[in-house]
């Protein structure tokens, strides 16, 4: 069984910063895919940033600039650093990884998700 658990939300500031963390676990052979998605009241979910086993990371538009992802493949946790956090980043935000067990199943896996207010 896979799990992934975030933690790091909380109320900030517009202007101000937040680390989101995500640690998965459980029968985990590899890791393809990590990434961070949220969803804002009342609108759909979307992606916010992602980054494979390679190192290559992708980011929302809206975010560039601002956010940063990382790995820890060992620890398999992936961090999610948010500068200059503005009322538009409120959101749930959702950690997701694309993953092969290992029991050779792969799949989508998603955690709970940890919510983010900006507001002053």
């Not at 409120?90 to 029991?103: I, N, R």
């Given at each position: ?66 956010f940063t992802i990382s790995i820890h493949d060992t ?46």
């Open positions: 069984q896979v799990q992934l658990v975030e933690s790091g939300g909380g109320l900030v500031q517009p202007g101000g910063s937040l680390t989101l963390s995500c640690a998965a676990s459980g029968n985990i052979f590899s890791i393809n895919v990590m990434a961070w998605y949220r969803q804002a009241p009342g609108e759909q979910r979307e992606l916010v940033a992602s980054m494979t086993d390679d190192g290559s990371s992708d980011y929302a538009d809206s975010v560039k600039g601002r620890q398999r946790t992936t961090s999610l650093q948010m500068n200059s956090l503005t009322p538009e980043d409120t959101g749930v935000y959702y950690c997701f990884a694309d993953l092969e067990t290992k029991y050779s199943e792969s799949g989508d896996y998603w955690g709970k998700g940890t919510l983010v207010t900006v507001s002053s």
